[in-house]
């Protein structure tokens, strides 16, 4: 695949008139897809996906263009020069992009994340056999996930990375399951039948004849998954400099009136974790690491090419919105979380969250799949589903009890356009007083 | 039809191996987007998409492939990793292969254009949305504003072994237009001109979206949003523009009665429903008021067709009738597995993608009163329009909406903007409380064009039409801390 991209860039090359600059992005995956409902197969199948994107500059003219990929020169280079012609008829008639922005000296480099997958044959069979019994729904997702950059300046670069991820959910009736996730670069099956025997367990919970909780304020344990959430509408504008510049930041108080989180509260875009690419789409080297919060304050914002250009600041992602998250550990150790929790709610998954107020970070939300009411430092019954809602201010602010010592490295099982290589790395949360409401 | 794809097909379909059943599905797309971003002209965006989707259905077991390669051999290679698929799945496969569809069906259709996409030349349409931005910049507080137009020409070919061939060709056009204000800490959003709405058809649809004309409302209306009080705190009533009702509709009516999710299919990712199978016939949903319609010939609507991906023909169908449930949105397999009537609703958002039970255009019929009557007979209410936020829980049972903005209306007259609007409430309960619908001329055609569900994850377009309603006795309430 590599060398096909490169032979491809190559021969584009030769395509160029004058002055003409080629920027080429690839990205692509072969990826197995096996969906599973009741503990059989649903939907099952592969995708063999290559796409490359071109960006056609002539001084500050350019035009962008994206086409399927067959994987041949005889069938891809007809259809890429009827694109190149087409950008250059475009251009004609397009101003200059005073934010145009790209690099000239960018170092060009290969990165392979090593794995081991298993034969899909093994994987399916050992999903079936240690589910027995179980009304599982999930998808399996695995395979080589693709990305390269070239430049007709000569940069090359390439990205590989084989993962899997089985994401599913144990059923006991109704809405009461138990979610789960195994993902990673390395299979190992005895991880596998240890994960699927603590959803066992905690389904054994679920059965139990679950508490409607009334609307009002609750002390609550957020595991990393359900923390995920949180953050995600953080990052929603939260981190991108353009965002912030318009005044369309949900932490926009943080970044125009000083309001802080809790000082235990440290973020930052951790580039260097390696799923993604260490390259943007305009040949930038993406730095190791990008502060975001430190303890509690706003610090350094994501900066893709465009923002670059147009404030007059330094690159340091592909794009504005956090791909590698990265929260700081705690001081809770995770097994003293209950007996720190006391009466309140464990919650492992939050659902479907979205602003109540952006400009005051206040979201909403669902708990989801096994959330429990927790007394006297006990498990004592799976919840029915609540809504809650309440600022990030307070979540992670002054109601903010503490962070868990350990962390989740957990990969995104999404698969919108393609397979997500996109990760976080998250302690659990124990909060004060979060509001519910219906 | 693009020539290739009828080549590909033809050719495919002369050397492939035989088996129980096989099906390929081609989908070739042509999209151009342009913006015009705080009077900049941001760089033209072409896509050029053709892929392959083969299903193959051998041994009791049923398996696909998808593929970009075209040729010949790049189809029967990705045939023959179908078929892998299948036999090696067969133990374990959910369905049985009866409960599968197998078209044979011929036919075609096209979206009615009466202007082309190419009427207008690339500098036509960059001036046009470059007066669509300066109209949107009236202020130094308006602090962002965009103009977009963004064109699709989708084709899809279906064959299968059984003799099917259905071609068809969709242009769809989505517009927009958005205005940020901003003063101090306080942002304020609001869009218009067609904005997350596409229509089918050429570029006559643009002046039935208001674009590029709404600019200046929508720039002053944002402008209004920033000095605007907090929406009250309170129950009241709650009268929802139609591009609300579409988010509404969506969300409750159209998500919890898609037969794969009662079925148990989405369970892990989008969800459940409170709907049970043995609901249709008898289930009250909402009042007497409500009439909800599948209607894939709705003119202009983003999700018109004749066949969905699975080759079955479309028709208009009652969903729900005078308040009570009739049936489900499901295609044939789903419909297979039940034994219920469903809709020609099993859909792939690409090439690359299975079809699964989705939305299409899920309309509420309308009523009787004028959008001036529906305000005369609330006493104290909300008016609340376009939708800014929307979270449910996972059976589309308990919700929350937010809007850009709202009105109050006291003693049945229209009165000031409120801002940061909010509702929320129950599925099951809501839609019995709804207690008028608007008259034929305030019906309105909109739409979704990111409706995400499936795995492998699928985002599709959808669209909703629907006149204004009014819902009694609705928890409203505003933004701050």
Known sequence: MQDYFFTLADALQAQLRGTETLLLSFDGEDSDFVRFNHGQVRQAGGVTRRALTLDLIEADRHAAGRAQLAGSLEQDMPVLRHLLNDLRGQRAHLPADPYLNYTTDGPSGETRVQSELPRRDHALEAIVDTSQGLDLVGIWAAGAIYAGFASSLGQRNWHTCESFNFDWSCYHTGDKAVKVNYAGLRWDSAELQSRMQDARADLEIMKRPPRTIEPGRYRVYLAPRALWEVLEMMAWGGFGLKSQRTGQSPLILMQTEGQRLDPAVNLSEHHGRGFEPPFTSEGFAKPERVSLVVNGAYRDSLIGARSAREYGARVNAAGEWPASLEMAPGTLAAREVIDALDTGLYVNNLWYPNFSDRNRARITGMTRFACFWVEGGEIRAPIDVMRFDDSIFRMLGENLLGLTHERELLLDPGTYGGRSSHSVELPGALIEGLAFTL | ?481
């Open chain 2, 1 to 481: 039809m693009e020539p290739l794809l009828e080549q590909s097909a033809k050719r495919f379909a002369g050397r492939v191996p035989t088996v129980d059943f096989w099906s390929l599905r081609l989908v070739g797309e042509h999209k151009e987007s342009l913006a015009v971003r705080q009077d900049v002209v941001q760089p033209p965006d072409t896509l050029v998409t053709r892929g392959a989707f083969i299903t193959v259905i051998q041994a009791g077991g049923t398996g696909y492939a998808a593929t970009s390669d075209l040729s010949v051999s790049g189809l029967l290679a990705a045939f023959e990793r179908a078929r892998e698929w299948a036999l090696l799945t067969a133990p374990w496969s959910l369905l049985s292969t009866r409960d599968l569809t197998r078209c044979a069906r011929t036919g075609g259709y096209e979206t009615p254009v009466a202007e082309p996409w190419e009427g207008l030349s690339i500098e036509e349409k960059i001036g046009q949305l470059r007066t669509a931005s300066r109209s949107l910049k009236i202020d130094d507080r308006i602090v962002d504003w965009w103009a977009w137009l963004v064109y699709r020409r989708i084709d899809t070919l279906l064959v299968s072994g059984c003799g099917a061939w259905i071609e068809q060709r969709f242009h769809i056009i989505d517009p927009g237009l958005k205005a940020v204000a901003n003063m101090g800490s306080q942002t304020q959003v609001r869009t218009g001109g067609g904005a997350r709405g596409a229509r089918q058809g050429g570029l006559e649809q643009l002046k039935h979206l208001g674009f590029p004309d709404q600019g200046p409302r929508v720039a002053e209306e944002a402008l209004m949003l920033l000095e605007a009080p907090e929406c009250p705190e309170d129950r009241m009533d709650l009268l929802l523009m139609p591009s609300q009702m579409a988010l509404q509709i969506h969300e409750s009516i159209g998500h919890p009665l898609e037969l794969d999710r009662i079925l148990g299919d989405e369970r892990n990712y989008a969800g459940t429903s409170f709907v049970t199978l043995d609901m249709f016939g008898h289930y009250r949903y909402g009042s007497t008021l409500l009439n909800v319609t599948f209607d894939p010939g709705c003119d202009g609507e983003a999700a018109r067709y004749a066949f969905d991906d699975e080759g079955t023909p479309a028709e208009r169908v009652h969903l729900i009738r005078n308040g009570l449930l009739q049936r489900p949105l499901g295609g044939a397999s789903s419909q297979a597995r039940t034994g219920l009537p469903g809709t020609a609703s099993a859909r792939a958002c690409d090439w690359d993608r299975p079809p699964i039970d989705r939305m299409a255009n899920l309309n509420i019929e309308p009523g009787q009163g004028s959008l001036a009557e529906l305000v005369a007979g609330i006493e104290r209410g909300v008016l609340m329009d376009t939708n800014r936020s929307w979270s449910i829980d996972d059976s589309r049972n308990k919700f929350q909406f937010g809007c850009e903005l709202g009105r109050l209306i006291e003693d049945g007259e229209l009165r000031g903007v409120v801002r940061n609007p909010n509702y929320r409430g129950i599925s099951a309960t809501f839609w019995r409380s709804l207690c008028a619908v608007g008259e034929q001329a305030s019906f309105e055609v909109h739409g979704v064009t990111n409706c995400g569900k499936g795995e492998p994850n699928q985002m599709i377009h959808v669209g909703h039409a629907s006149p204004p309603c009014v819902f009694r006795d609705v928890e409203v309430f505003g933004g701050g801390a």
